[in-house]
Every structure is written in structure tokens, then in C-alpha cells.
């Protein structure tokens, strides 16, 4: 199987984009593979780009699999990728997205995109968390954790300084506890210069990444909802980057940087050897 792939960052949060008119049969596999930091390209995660430029504006339909086969409802980093690689190919300055977690609106500015991310819920139902009440500063793990969904589920925890957490140690008992019957990504966040520093450890990546842009919203709206910001704008940190959160009850936006690293040709062979050409 030969297929051309590109590979995109934002704030360090990284994709290999693949059209999906190149036939993967086995998109899980072909992740587990591609994504792989020792052997693969290496990346967060493969995104399956099918753009339709016809639409105006136009439209692509995002698909995020991760590096252990798992594919995801949303992105946030991703979709400020798949929104720049789309308004590129389409010459358009705004772009529709379609995800799992709904359809979300993106517009380019120098540099980077803002998205569209819908509203963050707490709800029970909706983050999911077991019991039948919001999951507010309450203990998991070694952390009070606050449980919101942002596209995917967060358990977001305030701590004095983010990078004095032991993170490979102290998230994956958040990641796997009971009260999260479908998983959370685990995001801590400490406050820094009016707005958060945030390192956060990601369901499927089952690691820290450099950014997480679903993390990012659900610092801004946990701490609205806790009463730790009293603005609609938020400067979110994490170790990648610098991001820009506005959140209200009924919409939050995304806003950062997006870069394309490189390109080229890869071939799967049937033995499953990835050879690359960048
Ligand atoms: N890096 C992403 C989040 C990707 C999904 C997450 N790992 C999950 O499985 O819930 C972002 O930028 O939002």
C-alpha cells in the first residue's frame, strides 16, 4: 500500500493527515504503526481528512485515530490543523468540520484557527460520569478533579504548580477510575499570569502530550464554573504553546498556532514494514 501523508503540529500536539481516498482497510493498525515514536513517523495521532470543497463554506470530515487504535470524537489541536490544511486546499478563509462530537465552524488568521467547540457540558450523562450528579472538585485519585466534556471527556484538577506533578504516575489512576465508565483525559492546570499553565496526560495517547486543545477548554470552563476567572477569555499554557480560550454557557472557542512540518510517501508492506519517504 503506497499513500502521500503530511505531518502538522499545533503548539506541539502532532498528526500525520492522510486523505482518506488512499485506501487504509485497517485504520487502527495503520495508527498504531504510523503513530509509533520509534519505529513510525511518530505522532498524537493520525487524522483521516475527506475535504469537500464544494460547499461553501467548505466542508471535511474528520476522523481522529489515535496511537493506540481508539479513535476519538474530537480534537481540538486537530481540528485546528484539519481546518488550516483544509482552507488551504479549498482557498478559503473559513472552513466546516465535521467530527464525531458534531459540526464545528472554523475560521483561519495568520498563522493558525480558531474553532468552534460547542458548549462544554458537566452533566452526568454527558461527560460521562457514573452517579447521577456533575462531578465537582471531587476526589479521584490524589486530586479533586472537576469532570467536563469539551468534544471529549476531561477530569480537570487546580493545583498550586503544574509542573510539580508526577504526571506518568499521578493520571492514570484518574484516566481508569471507575467513575468514568468511557475514560477521561486527565488535565492539570495552576495559575499563571491571569490566565493557566496546563499539562495534561490523554486517553489513547495513554501519555503526556505537548498540548491538548479539548484540555485547554476545559480548564477555562471548569474554572468559570468553580469561580476561578470571572472573563469570557482565557490565555491557557500548556508545555507546546500558548493558546486562547473564550468560554460562555453557551459556546467556547479555541484559538492558537498551527505548522506543517514536512510531507512525503510512505509504503506499508504486506509484512506490515512501514517504509518512509519524507
Ligand atoms: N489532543 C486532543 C484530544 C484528543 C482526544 C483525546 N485523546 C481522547 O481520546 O479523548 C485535543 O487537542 O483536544
Not at 488512499?22 to 495521532?45: E, L, M, Q, Y
Not at 488551504?88 to 498563522?111: F, P, S, W
Not at 495517547?205 to 476561578?228: D, F, H, K, P, W
Request: aromatic fraction near 6%.
Amino acid at each position: 500500500m503506497n499513500l502521500s501523508f503530511e505531518k502538522y503540529h499545533g503548539t506541539g500536539n502532532d498528526f500525520v493527515i492522510v486523505n482518506p481516498d488512499a485506501c487504509v482497510p485497517h485504520r487502527s493498525r495503520f495508527a498504531r504503526r504510523v503513530c509509533d515514536r520509534t519505529d513510525g513517523i511518530g505522532a498524537d495521532g493520525v487524522l483521516f481528512l475527506a475535504l469537500e470543497p464544494e460547499f461553501r463554506p467548505p466542508r471535511v470530515i474528520m476522523t481522529l485515530v489515535q496511537p493506540d487504535g481508539s479513535t476519538a470524537e474530537m480534537c481540538g489541536n486537530g481540528a485546528r490543523c484539519a481546518a488550516v490544511w483544509a482552507a488551504e486546499r479549498a482557498n478559503a478563509d473559513e472552513v466546516m468540520i465535521d467530527t464525531l462530537a458534531g459540526t464545528r465552524h472554523a475560521k483561519i488568521h495568520d498563522g493558525g484557527a480558531t474553532i468552534e467547540m460547542g458548549a462544554p457540558e458537566f452533566g452526568p450523562n454527558d461527560v460521562p460520569v457514573a452517579g447521577d450528579e456533575p462531578l465537582i472538585e471531587t476526589r479521584v485519585g490524589d486530586y479533586d478533579v472537576t469532570a467536563v466534556n469539551t468534544g471529549v471527556p476531561h477530569a480537570v484538577a487546580f493545583v498550586d504548580d503544574v509542573t510539580a506533578v508526577n504526571l506518568e504516575r499521578d493520571a492514570p489512576p484518574i484516566r481508569h477510575a471507575d467513575v468514568f465508565p468511557e475514560g477521561a483525559n486527565v488535565t492539570f492546570a495552576s495559575p499563571c499570569d491571569g490566565g493557566f499553565d496546563q499539562r495534561t496526560f490523554e486517553r489513547g495517547v495513554e501519555g503526556e502530550t505537548q498540548s491538548c486543545g479539548t484540555g485547554a477548554v476545559a480548564i477555562a470552563a471548569a474554572a468559570r464554573r468553580l469561580g476561578l476567572t470571572d472573563g469570557e477569555n482565557v490565555s491557557v499554557s500548556p508545555p507546546g504553546g500558548d493558546l486562547e480560550v473564550t468560554v460562555d454557557d453557551r459556546n467556547a472557542t479555541l484559538t492558537g498556532p498551527v505548522e506543517r512540518e514536512f510531507g512525503g510517501d510512505l509504503r506499508v508492506s504486506n509484512a506490515g514494514r512501514l517504509d518512509l519517504e519524507a
